[in-house]
């Protein structure tokens, strides 16, 4: 039998798409994905510290996972526990301090040493290092590498595997934008774009693979560049002329980095979809300041209104944080504004989050933990009811959607509309990946419900919903 590796993993798509990866580094070793942590021979955290809830969560798991774990090597077996990562980068010695039966660490920029680190392991395990208890408890390995390495990742790791209709493609990691609350450029490294034509390549394999969706990865993904100056925006144009991709996406941009060709790109490039995940993070320009965010709330929206006269039917989602040092009603009431403004039909919004070692962690000002709940509440109220705004106003549209999971519900298969909200629909299991146009008939908080339309989808998702 194959050997079993699990995985789960918090946090962001980058955090996902590592994932993958890292099952694609393990597969030639004979390991198998399993979603059972109890029978692992490797169990793995990948996990995020964005927030300190993230990151508590991780020990939180780690707690219980080492209870199975100890089960599993009472019966005879053995199993290595890893935690990869930004936790894993930023508090390596620190959580095996409070995690000490953990085995291996790894940072995110060196998940490609997986398999070497494994057989470390092994080789030490044999040798008689840490050596089990009658409970099944033993001490973990310690072994950590959290290095950044010389030469970036993508230069280790093997062709992805398949991925299947809906594929992501990371094309950029690392920021150097260093907003004040971000640990990004701590976890992740300075900014790397990876060259034009290994992006190709391998978009051109994902689509070779069954992918007509694809969404292309990166902490500051609009900021990519080759070494020759070709920009985003160009990037998008090569990739939309490649036979078979029906629909392409990006994710997370900066308003700092949308420039003249990238606007006119989503005006020019229908398989580019009219839905952009654009960040703003407040409305006031006094916080925005003091995040370092290097953009103002009018820029925000003027790049929004630029947009939507690019590509009419082009909507945008969008990320805040309440409660920053300093930010006060006033403030809050500007990022309300914004809201509004740009129409966001979609959002991420958290209370901020004092991160160690990032500039605004020690910022005079701190917002009381009561009034920071208190605004989220009335953010993601506000959020929540343009949400189910925009869903009502979806039905009745046609909208082309890619089938790519089962349902809760006998026959119920479940996709995306061009805006990224769930579909339902009813149909045989045996459409699944394929793209439909589904015309909705039923509009829910957070999905809609609809029914596939024979006719072949429309390429544009704005002229299908006219």
């Not at 089960?71 to 980068?89: I, K, P, Y």
Request: charged share 25%; glycine share 8%; hydrophobic share 45%.
């Amino acid at each position: 039998m194959a050997k079993q590796l699990f995985i789960k993993t918090f946090g962001c798509q980058m955090n996902v798409h590592d994932s993958a990866r890292m099952a694609d580094v393990m597969a030639p070793l004979g390991y198998a994905l399993t979603e059972d942590a109890g029978a692992a021979d490797i169990v793995l955290l990948n996990t995020c510290h964005i927030r300190e809830k993230a990151a508590e969560k991780v020990y939180s798991e780690l707690g219980r996972l080492r209870r199975r774990i100890e089960a599993r090597r009472r019966a005879g077996g053995e199993t290595l526990l890893a935690v990869a990562g930004c936790v894993a980068q930023a508090e390596g010695p620190e959580l095996l301090a409070r995690a000490p039966f953990v085995d291996l660490v790894l940072g995110p920029l060196t998940l490609f040493r997986l398999p070497e680190f494994v057989a470390q392991a092994h080789r030490a395990l044999a040798a008689g290092a840490c050596p089990v208890a009658a409970d099944g408890g033993r001490k973990g390995l310690g072994l950590i590498d959290t290095d950044f390495p010389a030469e970036p990742k993508f230069d280790h790791l093997p062709a992805p595997g398949v991925q299947g209709p809906s594929a992501f493609l990371s094309i950029q990691e690392g920021c150097d934008r260093f907003c004040t609350f971000c640990v990004v450029p701590y976890t992740r490294g300075a900014e790397y774009c990876r060259p034009a034509a290994d992006i190709i390549a391998e978009a051109e394999a994902l689509i070779a693979g069954g992918a007509v969706e694809i969404t292309l990865l990166g902490q500051n993904v609009n900021g990519w560049r080759d070494a020759d100056g070709t920009r985003f925006g160009d990037l998008l144009r090569r990739l939309a002329g490649l036979p078979g991709l029906k629909a392409l996406r990006y994710t997370t941009s900066h308003p700092r980095e949308v420039d003249d060709a990238l606007i006119a790109a989503h005006g020019e490039l229908q398989v580019l979809v009219p839905f952009l995940h654009l960040p703003v993070q407040s409305g006031s320009d006094r916080i925005l300041k003091a995040m370092n965010r290097g953009h103002t709330a009018a820029h925000y929206l003027d790049l929004v209104a630029r947009l939507k006269a690019a590509r009419p039917g082009l909507m945008v989602s969008s990320d805040f944080i309440v409660g920053f040092p300093g930010e006060s009603e006033a403030d809050f009431a500007a990022t309300l504004e914004v809201v509004e403004r740009a129409d966001v039909i979609q959002a991420f919004a958290f209370k901020y989050s004092p991160r160690p070692g990032t500039p605004a962690a020690s910022l005079p000002d701190q917002v009381p933990e009561a009034v920071k709940e208190e605004r989220l509440a009335r953010l993601m109220a506000r959020l929540d009811a343009r949400q189910m705004a925009f869903n009502q106003a979806s039905v009745g549209r046609r909208f082309p959607v890619l089938l790519d999971r089962p349902g809760r519900r006998p026959g119920q298969l479940v996709g995306r509309s061009p805006y990224m909200q769930p579909v339902h629909v009813m149909t045989e299991t045996a459409r699944l990946g394929e793209l439909v146009e589904v015309e909705i008939e039923a509009a829910h908080p957070h999905s809609l419900a609809g029914v596939i339309l024979e006719a072949p989808p429309r390429q544009d998702p704005e002229r299908a919903c006219a």
